[in-house]
């Protein structure tokens, strides 16, 4: 965690940074070196993630919402936060005597009332306006 500022419940602590830091991607080579903390802005990505707040109301402690938005951007397209999701849930998995994957899913019954909709023909006609005609 970053010495210069008080720690937000969501913060990584060091173990998780740990486990995390490796499947972040590296700088890319030929550019600007990296200036910006990748764990600050993975700490910016969990508040977001935990808080449920607006990217522009990030507190000012953390990096600027702009860039805590484009990695999180970035790593949501390359498939980074899936594999670190993966990676971990396979972790927690093993440590409690599991298989590594969950081996069933539980759908509930509110997903499976909204693909019962027979498309365009359930839907209700638009009526036209009578004030328009009444000239």
């Known amino acids: 965690m970053c ?57 000012h402690d953390l990096p600027p919402w702009g860039t805590v938005w484009y990695y999180f951007s970035t790593f949501r397209n390359d498939g980074t936060l899936v594999q670190i999701h993966d990676t971990l849930r396979e972790k927690v998995r093993r440590a409690e005597g599991r298989k590594r994957t969950p081996s069933a899913a539980i759908v509930d019954s509110q997903s499976v009332k909204t693909t019962e909709k027979g498309g365009n023909t359930d839907m209700t006609r638009a009526r036209r306006s009578t004030a328009a005609s009444a000239i």
């Open 3 to 59: 010495a210069s500022r008080a720690a937000y419940p969501s913060d990584l602590t060091d173990e998780q940074w740990d486990l995390i830091e490796p499947m972040l991607p590296k700088e890319l080579p030929g550019g600007r070196p990296r200036t910006t903390d990748m764990r600050e802005v993975m700490n910016g990505i969990l508040y977001m993630n935990r808080g449920g707040c607006a990217w522009r109301a990030l507190p």
